[in-house]
Antibody
């Protein structure tokens, strides 16, 4: 069974940093591209970052470019999101999501971790 | 950025009836469209990818259609567990700039 388990969320002050982790199991992690997707409280879904299977191709949404960095460790079956210069508008539940068969759809999601940016 | 617009925002349907949800793209996304279901407190679940292919384990009462800019998700006979929020998502871009619709809330009439 595919499992994605996020951790690392919490309360952080504006301008602060946080590192999210996603532990993957039940599949060959290195064979899949991965993504981070977020959802602000009571709002819709926003794609945040993409990383290829080997980690050599990375893309970010304009809203986080220059502030967030996605990475992965295939030996540890783990995905990461380093978030710097956090803003109130970054408050959201952050999901890690596996690329699906069409490579762009997301066929498995973690349960999410809540990041709250507030003073 | 490709904008995705879903309609209606809320749809009230009785159990056993058919529900039809719409999604429109601001420019052609070919068949690079997915549908997701999200229940309160849960992560989204993939229903449909490639505009019309059901994901693993998704019941046959869910079907997707369309291409280009107009897409439809149909639930043929609503079950109690189908009442949720539904999102469409396009993934036509490369480099990826994936975008979601704002969602349609399917509620019990």
């Amino acid at each position: 069974e595919v499992q994605l388990v996020e951790s690392g969320g919490g309360l952080v002050q504006p301008g602060g940093s946080l590192r999210l982790s996603c532990a993957a199991s039940g599949f060959t992690f290195s064979s899949y591209s991965m993504n981070w997707v977020r959802q602000s409280p009571g709002k819709g879904l926003e794609w945040v970052s993409y990383i290829s299977r080997s980690g050599n191709i990375i893309y970010n949404a304009d809203s986080v470019k220059g502030r967030f960095t996605i990475s992965r460790d295939n030996a540890k079956n783990s995905l990461y999101l380093q978030m710097n210069s956090l803003r109130a508008e970054d408050t959201a539940v952050y999901y890690c999501a596996r690329d699906g068969k069409s490579e762009g759809d997301f066929d498995n999601w973690g349960q999410g971790t809540l990041v709250t940016v507030s003073s | 950025e490709i904008m995705m617009t879903q309609s209606p925002a809320t749809l009230s349907v009785s159990p056993g009836e058919r529900a039809t949800l719409s999604c429109r793209a601001s420019q052609s996304v070919s068949s690079n469209l997915a549908w997701y279901q999200q229940k309160p407190g849960q992560a989204p679940r993939l229903l449909i990818y490639g505009a019309s292919t059901r994901a693993t384990g998704i019941p046959a009462r869910f079907s997707g259609s369309g291409s280009g800019t107009e897409f439809t998700l149909t639930i043929s006979s609503l079950q109690s567990e189908d009442f949720a929020v539904y999102y469409c998502q396009q993934y036509n871009n490369w480099p990826p700039v994936y975008t979601f619709g704002q969602g349609t809330k399917l509620e019990i009439k």
